[in-house]
């Protein structure tokens, strides 16, 4: 995500140089068309209302993608709440019941911090071991060949509840609180994955890259007979606007891609892990900033 306050017209560019390169010789080969062989007529063509039917469909589209990314980042806002709530009630019990329950907390903050990085690695794809080996050492084992860690995560959390039950440490009440807590946990992450899983239509994808591009081919047509030789510059211009917007809507459909544009999820799980390690006295690694180009990961 980028957090600096001022755009960085080179991150944009950098995004979309390939089409627009393309669309800036196309405008040179236009203007060199009309003034070295045949002038070129402006067509009849209504343009400018293309234009702003364009415009609406691309805000339109990335409205849409903007409201998964704002989705994404509220789930992800409730599983930092919830998972201060868990940490704080099993620290309660610790301290109520005295030694006999620190096995407790100390198991169900860990595991919760597990949780965290392993939901992160699965969204963005990547493997979950190193992250849950690195939290839980050689407990981490008990993950091995599950399909889903960070509901594996869960269930074994939801376990230690039940064990102290079991053995009286805590009360009915508080095991009813926990498992409520862990409820909305695991609807936040069932909201995650579905995100993950469900692709924007293939009309929003395809339909506005096509009338995009349409419409930057057209663009120097209808500007080479009033611009003359300033067509390409004034033609790549316009049409930088409409690829930008094409692809920040592009990038905003997968807040999991692990680009510029995505949820933090590195630095807020890492929040999590900080406030639950400090939760029960332990050693915290530094939050995560942005980076030299002003993105946090």
Partial sequence: MIVGAVPRLRQIVREVWRPLTILFVWDVAVTVFHFAYIPIKEPPLPLALFGTALALFLGFRTNAAYARWWEARTLWGAIVNASRSLARLSVSLSRAGGADVEWLRDKVVIRQIAFAHALRCQLRGQPTQDETVRVLGAEAEGLTGR???????????????????????????????????????????????????????????????????????????????????????????????????LSIGEDLTDPFSNSVHDVPLSAITRTIEIDLLQAIGREAPEALGPDEHGVLW
Avoid at 172 to 177: D, G, K, N
Avoid at 193 to 198: G, K, P, S
């Fill in 147 to 245: 399909r889903n860690p960070a509901n594996a995560l869960l269930e074994e959390i939801s376990a230690c509840f039940a064990d102290a039950l079991k053995v009286r440490q805590i009360a009915p009440v508080q095991q009813t609180f926990a498992e409520r807590t862990l409820t909305d946990i695991a609807n936040a992450q069932g909201g995650l994955e579905r995100i993950r899983n469900t692709p924007m239509p293939m009309g929003f994808r395809f339909l506005p890259m096509l009338f995009a591009r349409i419409f930057c081919v057209l663009l120097p047509i209808t500007m080479v007979e009033q611009l003359g030789l300033a067509t390409p510059v004034g033609s790549t211009l316009i049409g930088l606007v409409f690829l930008a917007a």
